[in-house]
């Protein structure tokens, strides 16, 4: 599953240079799939979304740094444990249990992601 940044969260900004995917963002950034990764131009994410990894996506959170959840992979392929849970003062990255995912699923995005 993807990880959540809940609204304990202090805005230290420990978590957002620890991942890997660059899938962690300071409230009101605006975020892009390109971002840290190879994605570009149109592509279909794994879900079978299709969207332009260069476009800019609204915000998440405009209060708290946010994680976007189809660039987290948990770290998978990474690191043996999500880096953020791992950086984060106060415990408040945690799995988020609505967006469940395998390992086969996380590694297939983290492949999909970074393909060089």
Known sequence: M???IT???INCGACEPECPNTA???AADDWRYADGTD???K???PGGKEVDANETQQPISDEFYYISPDKCTECV???EEPQCAAVCPVDCCVPDDDVVETKEELLAKQAFMHKS
């Open 2 to 4: 993807a990880i959540i």
């Open 24 to 26: 962690i963002y300071e």
């Open 7 to 9: 609204d304990e969260c």
């Open 39 to 41: 994605l570009d131009g």
């Open 77 to 79: 392929g990474f690191h």
């Open 43 to 45: 592509v279909v994410l």
